[in-house]
């Protein structure tokens, strides 16, 4: 049971340049999400997706998408990097299921992306 | 408007002493969830405890308690006995609703804790 996993670790890209960050997870969680974290700050959400194929903007969605084919995987793309989405990039995983503990969410190891 | 506030950046502490982590947060939800994470330098977010709006108790995971206040919107996090494993980055975060059954993780800003030898 690897949780959830991201690929790449780290990235450059040029200005303009574009990118799809990975995100799998094997809990069978319905509920996937995007977050991104500048430096020293807490972390604000991109996108999320309820389901396969359902997905929705968060706090920061602009100049990201987003699909959901599978439950297990939930990509983000970047298109045209811009400086200001240099960033350190987490996806997390919830079961979504009624009670409480269950809405907890399970972070993969973060994509540091940086845009020069 | 801030939804999650931790009003300390930085806390000192020496090892085996308690420490208590700050956290006030807003919202009109009557079901909501707090959450505590921690950062350690390396960079992944570690869950540590959840309190629910509707728990009478405070919750407690080992050396972690929550110091729920409902009526004042606080949910502290309590530390006992420090460790030099302790010091990194720690996050409340709020559960909130966003759209039916969907929710989302509001984070505050974060405290940067140090333990001393």
């Known amino acids: 049971n690897a949780g959830v996993t991201q690929t790449p670790k780290f990235r450059i890209l040029k200005i303009g340049q574009s990118m799809t960050l990975q995100c799998t997870q094997d809990m069978n969680h319905n509920y996937m999400y995007w977050y991104r974290q500048d430096p020293g700050m807490g972390l604000k959400l991109i996108y999320y997706?309820?389901?396969?194929?359902?997905?929705d903007k968060g706090e920061v969605p602009n100049g990201y998408n987003v699909s959901r084919s599978t439950t297990e995987d939930f990509p983000l793309r970047l298109e045209l990097a811009a400086p200001s989405q240099t960033s350190v990039y987490f996806c997390?995983?919830?079961?979504?299921?009624?009670?409480?503990?269950?809405?907890?969410?399970?972070f993969g190891p973060g994509t540091r992306l940086t845009v020069t | 408007a801030q939804k999650i506030t931790q009003t300390q950046p930085g806390m000192f502490v020496q090892e085996k002493e308690a420490v208590t982590l700050d956290c006030t947060y807003d919202?009109?939800?009557?079901?909501?969830?707090l959450f505590w994470y921690k950062q350690p330098s390396s960079g992944e977010m570690i869950f540590l405890i959840y309190q629910g709006s509707y728990d009478e108790q405070n919750a407690t995971e080992g050396r972690y308690s929550l110091n729920f206040q409902k009526a004042r919107k606080s949910a502290n996090l309590v530390i006992s006995a420090s460790q030099l494993g302790d010091s990194a980055m720690y996050f409340c975060?709020?559960?909130?609703?966003?759209?039916?059954?969907?929710?989302?993780?509001?984070f505050g800003s974060g405290t940067q804790l140090t333990v001393l030898p």
């Open positions: 919202t009109s939800d009557q079901s909501y969830g």
């Open positions: 997706s309820v389901g396969a194929g359902i997905t």
């Open positions: 997390a995983s919830s079961s979504g299921l009624a009670g409480t503990v269950s809405y907890e969410q399970y």
């Open positions: 975060a709020m559960r909130e609703r966003v759209s039916g059954s969907a929710r989302q993780l509001t």
